[in-house]
Structures are given as C-alpha cells and as structure tokens.
C-alpha cells in the first residue's frame, strides 16, 4: 500500500505545485539556468530553485549536492504525508536511486582536488551510496539504507526492491525512489551519443529529435495494509504489480520489438492479476529519442493489441530526469489516478509512422489502474502498476 508520497522537479517542488502544472499542462522545460556549462544551447528541465536556496529552505549549512538537496525536500514531503516525521521505533528501510550521486560537485572540484587537495568536503560526497545515505540521515529513522543505480530504470528498480522488501517481511515500511541532478557529465554524455533534442522535446512524434535532461527527486511510503491500519494512516493507493527484464540487446539502445519492454509490462500485468483491458492509462518512457520511442511503441502494441488505452509520456513537461524518472513519474501517476486525470503529451503535433497516438493536452477520466514505464540503458527495463 502507498500511504505518502513527494516530489520536486520542473514543474514543482511539492505534489500541490505538480497537480497544478499537470492540469495547466505547463512544461518546465526551459534555458539553462544553474548548470555551469558551455552548452547553453540545450533547454532543460532543472528545479526552479538554487542549491542555496534550498539549503535555506532546508536550514543546511555544511557542504552538500543538489542531488542530496533535493531528496531530502522531496522524502520530506512523503515522510510528512505517511505521518513518519520524528523519532520513531519502526523498522522502516529506505532505498534510492541514483546514478550521478555528488558528480555536480566533483566535476566542479576535481582539479582543485588534483592541485591542492583543498576541496575533500565535496569530493567525498561523490559516491552513490553516500548520497542516499546523506537523504535518510536528514530524518534518522531508517534501519536499512542501500543504493540502486540501473541508469534511467534506477528509482522504478528501488521501488521493486522496496516492494520486495516488504513482501519477503524483512520490514514492515518501505521508503522508496531515487534523486538525480543534472551534471556536465550527464549533458556530455547525452550530447555525445547525439540524442538531446536543441529544441522543446516531442515524445511521440514523427518529428522528435531528442530529448531534454531534468532532474528533480521522488518518493513513495510503501507498507502493508496491516501496518497503515495500526498507523491510523491512509492509504493513497497501491503498487499493485511490477515487472523487470533485461533484454541485453545494446548498450544503449532498445531492440526494434522492444522484447524487454514488453516483458516488463507483461511481468507487472501478471503481477497485479491484470489484464491488458484494464489498465487506464500509461504514463510512458517516452523519452523523444528516435530509437526509444519506436520501440517502444512496438512494445505497447505488442500488449495492449487493439485495445490501447491513454498513453502519454510527461517527460515534455518535467525533461527525462534520468535516474529519478521512475518515481517523479510514478507521483504523477499517483496524482492523475487521485485527480481522475489523464496527463497531456506535450510537445506532440505529427504522427509517426506505425507508432502508437499519445493523448494530447488533459483529460478526464475515472483511473482504477495505471502503468508507469522505465526503461534504463542495457535493456534494463521495468513497468509499475499503481492502483486505487
């Protein structure tokens, strides 16, 4: 059961502010503003706050990440929701992706750190697993912490492994999702295998050329029934099903068929005890690259046959926040399912050839079940099922 949940990104910092930008259908991506790069010439998606400015809101002094920054705001907002603020006698474990960790501040202090060794306060936040650690220690209530990193499947991953967790009753709680900011190493990268987009992004479409980068942090509070109703907590819905596979077919592009994609549907269907008719509405990869968005297409196709439902990807609006994307997605089929809406895909204007048609601007509709698909380089993909 999910009984909290919070998120930051473009379009938002709380889940108040994101449900407003999703019924607006109001993209956050926009010029470069706090990335120190060259390449001004990339829109992004980036948080609409400085790293000082959330340190005040944090009341942090002492050396930190923006990826640190924030997680900590948005596992605030979902601790705060599930009532789990404060000190706490719970076994509740927490599990984050990431793939950049601290890579903002080492890349910017690596050759001081070469030079004079004068900046080891920033350089040892690098690590992944340091900066899920430096997120949970914020609130000192967990009794297990561990990092997951799959590229862009790495906070749907941390919400499986979660839900496992519970499942095989090795705890009761589980705090779930991942954080990942934007770095020169993440926009270098992208840039070199020549698959951002120097315009808006258009998941979808005949056109599309690329994506934009995000970054933001998102977290769902899993637990058992039985243990939200000892709470006196509500519950806002369920992970009912989940899937994972590794197809393996290329290290950074996804086969022609989209076989992993469809097994991760598949896996999450038979996990809910679902069928193809009954899913509401797909929140997609989508990521507005020419290879990911014919695959999978292929393998929605290859699911829901005749009987597609809504699908959009929301990435027009947030930018593919990469890591974090399994969970800023999951919130905000969270919230669509909540609100009975069906999220626009921005930036779409032409249909491509054999590919699926994406629900444009918002939509109405009453949501029981709806999927949430991320897919991370290698072929690591994985599907979630929320419910009412």
């Known amino acids: 059961m999910i009984t909290g949940a919070g998120i930051v990104s473009a379009i938002g910092n709380n889940q108040a502010e994101t449900l407003e930008a999703l019924r607006q259908n109001r993209t956050g991506i926009a010029p470069m503003q706090y990335l120190n790069t060259i390449h001004r010439e990339f829109p992004v998606g980036e948080v609409k706050m400085s790293d000082d400015e959330m340190k005040a809101r944090l009341s942090i002094s002492e050396p930190t990440t923006r990826t640190m920054l924030m997680g900590m705001l948005a596992l605030g907002e979902a601790l705060e929701q599930a009532q789990l603020k404060g000190d706490t006698e719970l076994q509740i474990a ?63 991953n941390a919400i499986i492994l979660g839900a496992n967790l519970i499942r095989s009753g090795q705890t009761e709680i589980a705090v779930v999702g991942g954080a990942e900011c934007i770095t020169k190493f993440h926009l270098n990268g992208f840039n070199s295998l020549m698959i ?25 509070v899993l637990e058992t029934a039985a243990s939200a109703k000892r709470r006196g907590v509500e519950i806002i819905g369920e992970l009912s099903g989940y899937g994972n596979a590794c197809d393996a077919f290329h290290q950074t592009a996804s086969s022609d068929n989209g076989e992993g994609a469809f097994l991760a549907m598949q896996q999450a269907l038979e996990r809910a005890g679902l069928q193809p008719q009954d899913i509401d509405y797909v929140n997609a990869h989508g990521t507005g690259t020419p290879n990911n968005d014919a695959s999978e297409s292929e393998a929605l196709k290859r699911i ?27 919130v905000i089929c969270l919230l669509a399912m909540q609100n009975g809406i069906v999220p626009g895909n921005y930036g779409w204007t032409h249909q ?16 029981r079940h709806v999927m949430c698909n991320s897919f991370g380089f290698g072929g690591n993909d994985s599907s979630l099922i929320l419910s009412k």
Do not use: W
């Open 352 to 367: 491509m050839p054999d590919g699926i048609t994406p629900t444009m601007g918002i939509q109405q509709a009453q949501l």
């Open 196 to 220: 951002l987009d120097h315009e808006q992004c258009k998941p979808f479409d005949a056109n599309r050329a690329g994506l934009n980068l995000g970054e933001g942090a998102a977290y769902l």
């Open 304 to 330: 829901f046959s005749t009987a597609m439902p809504p699908v959009s990807s929301t990435k027009g609006l947030t930018g593919h926040t990469t890591s974090a994307s399994g969970s800023v997605e999951a």
């Open 94 to 156: 927490f599990v984050s992706g990431t793939t950049v960790g601290g890579m903002d501040k080492s890349e910017r202090f690596y050759q001081d750190y070469l030079v004079n060794d004068s900046r080891n306060e920033y350089i040892r936040l690098h690590d992944c697993g340091t900066t899920t650690q430096a997120i949970a220690g914020r609130y000192g209530i967990f009794s297990l912490v561990t990092s997951l990193s799959t590229a862009c499947s790495s906070a749907a």
